[in-house]
């Protein structure tokens, strides 16, 4: 009896017991375990069962994965980025435009409106333009450093510094402008230069030595040493004067030359260019291809070769872009006809000699 009533007494579920929130904790309640198994949840503690059925659910569905990503991993995974492995195509934006690409190609035409032909068309000109700028800016500055290094290489040969060159050039600007005084204190610190570094004294040359006529007077007591001093002066910068103008004439002289050479060399182009496209359909399109390297020829030096290197290069493009014969078409029966009236006329003798033999073709 006493047996039964214990029994009892341990499956009967108290009053004020709440119902079970889930089958786990219903089997719980009732199959008994060890206190020291299952922990002991307070009826008045509800916070503490909801902690105890989080983490057995989380038991229930394993352990979450774990992120093996780098910092530096996620910090370079952007939003919507892909991962191309390579693929990604090679950014072509600071790539030279063509002529190619100031044309509009037959689908553009099509596509495209008349207002945005033009404004294309606009904006083509406008690149072309700066690009024959920028042939032209090449070109002086290619002239410029021809022209810059001689006077580099003797500054180099020269084994002169900065200050050195800088006194030269200031003597020789007192020289020239009349700055006689300024010329004279320089002359003399290199004279005295010269004599410290020679240990001898400058022997000085004779400054009436030029003009032995006034030398001659001097010594014959017929004309004082400052008197023949200016008179030699004045004849050396008449001497200086007539030699810069004869040097201002032939410069202008070679200049007019050059130029002459140089438009006649874009008239015999133009002549040959004129002649050219009434004689070949294919023209303009090989035009376009020897405009787009006229600038390079036009570097070298001497303008009548440029017309040579034009049909030079006429020649190697006629001679890659020979047309192809147009394909062959599948030949019809021949079958005997009453003629060909009414149909088109011969394209050529072969047609007219199948006409004539009542031929249909």
Do not use: C
Request: hydrophobic share 30%.
């Amino acid at each position: 009896m006493n047996d039964d009533t214990e029994q009892q007494t341990e499956t009967q579920q108290p009053e004020n017991q709440e119902a079970p929130q889930s089958a786990l904790e219903a089997i719980e309640r009732s199959v008994p375990v060890r206190a020291e198994e299952t922990p002991q949840h307070s009826a008045d503690d509800p916070d503490q069962d909801k902690e105890h059925r989080d983490r057995e659910n989380q038991n229930a569905e394993g352990p979450e994965p774990e992120n093996t990503a780098t910092p530096a991993e996620e910090s370079d995974k952007k939003p919507g980025a892909e991962d191309t492995d390579g693929d990604q195509e090679p950014d072509n934006t600071d790539r030279a435009l063509t002529e190619e690409d100031l044309e509009l190609t037959a689908e553009e035409q099509t596509s495209l409106s008349q207002g945005s032909q033009a404004r294309f068309r606009k904006l083509a000109n406008g690149v072309k333009a700066a690009n024959e700028r920028a042939v032209e800016y090449e070109q002086q500055a290619q002239a410029l450093q021809k022209t810059l290094e001689p006077v580099q290489q003797m500054f180099t040969d020269s084994k002169l510094a900065a200050d050195e060159i800088a006194e030269l050039f200031e003597y020789g600007r007192a020289l020239k402008t009349g700055d006689l005084a300024a010329a004279g204190k320089i002359l003399l610190r290199q004279v005295k230069e010269y004599q410290l570094l020679s240990g001898q004294p400058l022997q000085l040359e004779d400054p009436l030595g030029d003009f032995p006529d006034l030398r001659k007077q001097v010594n014959d007591m017929g004309l004082n040493e400052a008197a023949a001093l200016e008179m030699a002066k004045a004849r050396r910068l008449e001497a200086d004067q007539k030699h810069r103008q004869t040097q201002q004439r032939e410069s202008e002289h070679r200049q007019a030359q050059q130029q002459q050479t140089v438009q006649k060399a874009v008239q015999d182009i133009d002549a040959w260019a004129a002649q050219t496209a009434a004689s070949d359909v294919d023209w303009p399109q090989k035009e376009k291809l020897i405009s787009a390297r006229i600038a390079r020829i036009t570097q070298s030096g001497d303008p009548s070769s440029w017309l040579p290197q034009i049909e030079n290069l006429y020649d190697t493009i006629s001679s890659m872009s020979v047309s192809q014969p147009p394909p062959k078409k599948d030949p019809a029966p021949l079958t005997s006809s009453a003629g060909n009236a009414g149909g088109r006329a011969p394209a050529n003798g072969a047609e007219a000699a199948l006409q004539a033999l009542n031929i249909r073709y």
